[in-house]
């Protein structure tokens, strides 16, 4: 287990970047780097509207903390609880880094999401009731716009 986890750990790492168009936008002052639907998209993903920030933040777009994303009513994978072997820490998950998000399909901690829509879709729902899922996650009423939107800011986070 110890060999595994430290395999899948390094490859993880080789999947940040520094040099996406958010980067460009972000820390190189480029303010024509990002197009209006893309501007929309980052506001959307910065806002209480859209929740995103609260649990992808920082440089890696991650908080690194575990959450119930609501996915599920019933998990079949205990999930952190695995490892760490808590009860409160049943079905959690941790929070993903979305550099590189545009490559790394298929999303989810068990890839039942194909695509980003998919995913975007999931969040704009606020997925199924489970008793424990986090407070963060709920209904945000995105029009297909909004979605769109949404879709080509996380795109930007991709290092092509």
């Known amino acids: 287990m110890f060999t595994l ?14 040099k996406s168009k958010y980067d460009e936008y972000q820390y190189f002052n480029k303010l024509d780097a990002l197009s209006a639907s893309e501007l929309n998209g980052k506001n959307i ?6 929740e995103c920030f609260h649990c992808h933040n920082e440089f890696n777009f991650t908080d690194n903390s575990f959450r119930i994303n609501g996915l599920y ?5 205990s999930g952190r609880a695995r490892i760490i072997l808590l009860p409160s820490d049943v079905e959690k998950f941790k929070v993903p880094s979305l550099r590189n998000v545009e490559k790394t399909a298929p999303y ?3 890839g039942s999401l194909a695509t980003l829509a998919d995913v975007v879709e999931h969040y704009n729902s606020g997925g199924k009731p489970h008793p ?3 407070g963060l996650i709920k209904p945000l009423h995105l029009t297909a716009g909004e979605k769109e939107d949404l879709l080509n800011f996380l795109n930007t986070l991709t290092d092509q």
Do not use: C, M, P, W
């Not at 986890?5 to 940040?16: D, K, M």
């Not at 993903?45 to 859209?50: I, N």
């Open 5 to 18: 986890t430290r395999a899948i750990a390094n490859y993880e790492r080789t999947l940040f970047s520094g």
């Open 45 to 50: 993903f910065f806002s209480e509207e859209g």
């Open 73 to 77: 009513l019933v998990y079949q994978d």
């Open 108 to 110: 989810i901690h068990d």
């Open 132 to 134: 424990n899922k986090s």
